[in-house]
């Protein structure tokens, strides 16, 4: 079998131009590796027009990097025509009228959906093992967890299936599963890509992300997603920017912030040890690294859970059983209606969440949880600024530990959250964070290093983790 | 163990418009209690301003023009409802005579 997809894109990109190979040689490729690895659970939806699109492309476009390149699509972002189920049972018959705006930018630089990735249903969780379709598995460990919530999406770039593929990250729900799998995952700035057709589930903190095998590709791929959009107000308007002018460049000079929350015992100790190689051989290369005191960090789980499910409650008020998706049988009356289909359509996460996000927001509460919960996510976030006064980037490790066993975290409703607590002060902010891979502990899987930066500063995050990938 | 009340679940259950089997109610009165004693966890935050942060972006007024767009057919908009008439959703009867 052809190997093609395991070349650099931009040596795939020369085959295609000099007319070596063809889109359609790479989805072959992509849907055989797929049917092969059909045990990895990555896809809910494989496309079934891909061939047939691959084949209408017409000539290449030479100066289209991403011209025939086959790409993966979270399932939780509408694609006009294709299933999109946000791994539940309450969308599982659900065919989108229109196309996410990322989606659309994807078709107009002619790449290709493949199919739609599997994930925690509605992107709730961190394992992945809340979706309807049962978990994706870890390719470095198949008894292992590929993390959540875009663990389908981690796991297809991870294993080889597919070059390319979309996340998106409420609280960590791109750089964990990149992480857990040892791939490069970004959740870009808050506003810096629109949520337009991302299926919302906390309107403030998600993001859709690029997750791919390496930084330039990560950051080619950045370059297509982002822009303002009218149909998604969040979205901002910029002056258009490469994310890739920095990389390869010296980091001499740099200024490094490594809070010491992020280096205390709740790291299990091979990370630790990995991370403190890494700021090693930043110092050796001249970069400054200093261990920083960072207030609020250790309330940003407890933050999290309040907005997100907050949020959550409303937003996925919108799944009724009248408009779209499943409804109950046997209903009598429009009550029975919504309590039956919302009762026998989500699973126990989302259940969990909406009914503990209803209880934040009625009467009184609102004010003891969500307001007190916003308050201090304004605290985090002058936190988070201070330190970028005198740092270019904050890091340390992205997750606590490796990819735990599959079933582990199942019916603790705590674990869920506790996976992402490193990760989940960047949504808090709304700031720009990466996952690069640095290594593998004593059982071979995976460390991630985290990559802070400042807000719509993507360019210097991409800058270190292309100077690191060279070596880890 | 620590666990809320039958009547805890069906309340928030009822907010939530979430129908649940007696198996499900036991199950929450456990699981829910974790959650609620999490979220309790922000009462013992003590040094904080009450500036509140509703989203990261600064400029959130922004607004659309006022104008007509592109709009949906009626046969587009149906066309995933899981019961329907002709261009209309059909739905249990909502008001009883």
């Known amino acids: 079998m052809s190997k093609y997809l395991d070349l650099d894109i931009r040596k795939i990109h020369e085959l295609l131009v000099e007319k070596k190979i063809t889109p359609l040689d790479l989805v072959d490729e992509a849907l055989s590796r797929i049917e092969e690895n059909k045990d990895l659970n990555a896809f809910i939806t494989i496309n079934d027009k891909v061939r047939e699109e691959a084949k209408g492309l017409g000539e290449v476009d030479k100066d289209n990097l991403f011209f025939g390149i086959p790409i993966a699509v979270k399932d939780n972002i509408v694609t006009k025509d294709l299933k999109t189920t946000c791994a539940s049972h309450i969308l599982d018959n659900f065919i989108p009228i229109y196309d996410a705006t990322v989606v659309e930018k994807i078709r107009e630089n002619k790449m290709l959906i493949i199919g739609k990735t599997n994930m925690d249903e509605f992107a709730m969780g961190s ?54 799998t040892g791939i490069v995952g970004m959740k870009p700035t808050y506003g810096r890509v629109s949520r337009y057709g991302l299926v919302a589930f906390a309107s403030s903190l998600d993001q859709i992300g690029p997750m791919t095998r390496t930084v330039y590709e990560n950051a080619s791929l950045l370059n297509v997603l982002v822009g303002e959009d009218d149909r998604d107000l969040t979205s901002v308007k910029k002056e258009k920017e490469d994310f890739t002018r920095l990389i390869g460049e010296d980091i001499k000079g740099m200024k490094i912030a490594l809070p010491k929350y992020f280096v205390s015992d709740i790291v299990d100790e091979e990370i630790s040890k990995r991370i403190k190689e890494v700021i090693s051989y930043l110092e050796k290369n001249s970069a400054v690294v200093d261990i920083v005191d960072m207030k609020y960090l250790d309330t940003a789980v407890n933050l999290y859970q309040i907005i997100a499910m907050a949020e959550a409650s409303s937003n996925l008020a919108r799944f009724d059983g009248v ?3 499943f409804r109950a049988s046997d209903v009598n009356s429009v009550d029975e209606m919504y309590g039956k289909t919302r009762g026998e359509g989500f699973g126990d996460e989302v259940k969990r969440r909406i009914m503990v996000g209803s209880y934040i927001l009625s009467g009184e509460n609102a004010k003891t949880y969500y307001d007190k919960a916003l308050m201090v996510r304004d605290d985090i976030t002058k936190e988070f600024n201070r330190i970028f006064k005198e740092y270019d980037l904050i890091i340390g490790p992205t997750t606590t530990r490796v990819a735990p066993l599959l079933g582990n975290s199942k019916d603790d409703p705590h674990k869920a959250f506790m996976d992402d607590v490193l990760v989940i002060p960047v949504n808090m902010a709304g700031l720009p964070g990466l996952n690069i891979p640095v290594g593998k502990n004593s059982e071979g899987m995976p460390i991630g290093l985290h990559i802070i930066g400042k807000a719509f500063d993507e360019a210097t995050i991409y800058k270190l983790a292309s100077f690191l990938e060279e070596v880890f | 163990m620590d666990r809320l009340s039958r009547e805890e679940v069906l309340h928030v259950a009822y907010l939530a418009r979430i129908s649940l089997t007696e198996e499900e109610i036991e199950k929450f009165r456990v699981q829910l209690k974790v959650l609620m004693d999490d979220i309790d966890k922000i009462k013992e935050v003590k040094d904080f301003d009450d500036e509140m942060m509703y ?10 023009e006022d104008v007509v767009g592109e709009m949906l057919s009626a046969s587009d908009a149906t066309i995933n409802a899981p019961k329907k008439n002709g261009s209309f959703i059909e739905v249990p009867v909502m008001i009883n005579e």
């Open chain 2, 55 to 64: 989203t990261p972006i600064e400029d959130n007024t922004r607004l659309r």
């Open chain 1, 323 to 325: 408009r779209y998706g």
């Open chain 1, 127 to 180: 394992t992945s093992e809340t979706s309807y379709f049962g978990a994706p598995l870890n390719p470095h460990d198949k008894k292992r967890v590929s993390g959540g919530s875009s663990g389908g999406s981690a796991s297809a770039v991870s294993g080889g299936l597919i070059p390319l593929a979309l996340g998106s990250d409420t609280g960590g729900s791109i750089r964990q599963p990149a992480s857990y």
